[in-house]
């Protein structure tokens, strides 16, 4: 989920609003998509409009000069026949790219609207603040804005092997790269150095960056590295890592989804490993 090229974006929302802008409309944190073959199709506001009459509508640019708006439509309204809600994991491969990736921002700015309606030091109402995509006490005058979690991502590499992990939560069989929050007054090598020896017990070095993903799952921003083996014994710490193993180029397991960055990362590094020793991959 990478912007799309075609996107422009902006978060003042126009005094008169296109009909036919594209309306990224929430029911408990489920995409709103009409059924269509082969792709669901993503409603125009004009067909919205009328379920979101009295919620809060977040402008979030446009799309090859198409308006875009993401608003959360109230808990129990009704979807017209041909409607569902989805969620996103669901629409992978379904949607199309340039409207999966502006679902996955309008989503996180519905759930930062939604999350914080109040003021976190003293508890008065806030308000959408003028200028900016942020919230403001109007009491204390704290301003809070739409929360960003880096994350490193990681692909270890020992010679012609890399290093691949499962967690518990996995599809059966299903292997991807290492991956950890950022602490506070950490440096994102810093987190790829920690976050690998805590998960496994060795030790990394060459750290490289290769990529950045933005991910709503809540609110994330993965930021992918690959990284060589420099020491230690592999041992998953069997709370976050089920299983860890070192695979051949030519062997790998079942890998994550094509949208996602791990998957990105996975495939690069073995293209680039197996061009630099071609032997290795038959």
Excluded at 55 to 81: F, M
Excluded at 161 to 166: H, I, N
Excluded at 187 to 214: K, L, N
């Amino acid at each position: 989920m990478h912007t799309p090229a075609g996107f422009r974006p902006a978060h003042a929302l126009p005094e008169r609003l296109d009909e036919g802008a594209h309306a990224f409309a929430f029911s408990e944190g489920r995409l709103v998509v009409i059924d269509a073959d082969p792709h669901p199709v993503i409603p125009d506001f004009a067909g919205v409009r009328g379920l979101a009459e009295h919620t809060a509508l977040h402008y979030l640019g446009e799309l090859d000069g198409r308006p875009c708006v993401a608003v959360a439509l109230p808990p129990l309204a009704e979807l017209p026949t041909g409607w569902q809600a989805s969620g996103l994991r669901a629409l992978f491969l379904r949607l199309p790219d340039p409207m999966l990736s502006l679902a996955a921002r309008a989503l996180q700015i519905v759930e930062f609207d939604a999350t914080h309606r109040f003021c976190g030091r003293c508890g008065t109402a806030t308000a959408a603040r003028d200028g900016e995509r942020a919230r403001e006490c109007p009491a204390c005058r704290l301003v809070v804005y739409p929360r960003v979690a880096p994350a490193m991502m990681v692909l270890v590499i020992r010679g012609r092997e890399v290093l691949l992990a499962r967690a518990p939560r996995f599809p059966a069989g299903m292997y991807s790269a290492l991956a950890g929050f950022v602490e506070p007054g950490e440096t994102i090598e810093d987190c790829v150095r920690r976050e690998v020896r805590e998960e496994v017990g060795i030790d990394v070095d060459r750290i490289a960056y290769f990529a950045s993903q933005p991910w709503a799952f809540p609110h994330s921003l993965m930021i992918a590295f690959t990284a060589h083996y420099a020491g230690g014994e592999l041992v998953p710490d069997q709370e976050e890592i089920a299983d860890a193993k070192w695979f051949a180029l030519d062997a790998l397991p079942s890998l994550p989804s094509p949208v996602s960055i791990a998957r990105h990362l996975i495939d690069a590094t073995v293209a680039r490993l197996a061009a630099e020793s071609p032997e290795v991959v038959r």
